[in-house]
């Protein structure tokens, strides 16, 4: 069965600090891999997403993820995080042999310290 | 930029009662999707719909309806509203449908159900 494990439910870092929030997904097919933001009291806001190609995809405002098939993983990270990036992050699969077939990790909070 | 917006953004309801969520989208997009969140759950799918006049089942629909009059609205209905029930959902659009599609959510209705 396919699933998506964030395996953090919470990380906090100081403003300033790099980043790194991990995703793993189990399914035997074709991938299709999102991130997700949402701030508080509001809907979800696409950061980047992963089909094929390059592993490494850039999203918006310095967030990228790095695919790794072998590991079935896709880890986001940022160089140097903000206080605005306090949200909850959600990484979601969706399958290729089923269209409408989208799985949402649990989420990660986080929370950055100023 | 997508716009999809969510009425009521609060309610509060009754057991037993009827509740209808509306969601308005001006993205002309021929997919939209209700989604509803629980702590430790993630989002999970209930309905989603192809375009105007189509309604699909998501992962969890059992309680409830859903209901696709228009290219730009689509309704979740309640029709016996229970406690289970209590969360917050989320209506969200997407032009191309099927595994590499964008979603663009709604900000969110929080239901409480009494």
């Known amino acids: 069965a396919q699933s998506v494990t964030q395996p953090d439910a919470r990380v906090t870092v100081s403003e300033g600090a790099s980043l790194q929030l991990r995703c793993k997904y189990s399914y035997s097919g074709t991938p299709y891999l999102f991130w997700y933001v949402q701030y508080p009291r509001q809907g979800l806001q696409l950061l980047l997403k992963y089909y094929s190609g390059d592993p490494v995809v850039q999203g918006v405002n310095g967030f990228e993820a790095e695919f790794s098939k072998s590991n079935s993983s896709f880890h986001l990270r940022k160089a140097s995080v903000h206080w605005s990036d306090s949200a909850v992050y959600f990484c979601v699969l969706s399958c290729d042999t089923n269209a409408y077939k989208v799985i949402f990790g649990k989420g990660t909070h986080l929370h950055v310290l100023p | ?114």
Request: proline share 4%.
């Open chain 2, 1 to 114: 930029e997508a716009a999809v917006t969510q009425s009521p953004r609060n309610k509060v309801a009754v057991t037993g009662g009827k509740v209808t969520l509306s969601c308005n989208q001006t993205n002309n997009h021929n997919n939209m999707y209700w989604y509803r969140q629980d702590t430790g759950h993630g989002l999970r799918l209930i309905h989603y719909s192809y375009g105007a006049g189509s309604t699909e089942k998501g992962d969890i629909p059992d309680g409830y309806k859903a209901s696709r009059p228009s290219q730009e609205n689509f309704s979740l209905i309640l029709e016996l509203a229970t406690p289970s029930q209590t969360s917050v959902y989320f209506c969200a659009s997407g032009e191309l449908g099927g595994h590499q599609d964008t979603q663009y959510f709604g900000p969110g209705t929080r239901l409480l159900v009494l």
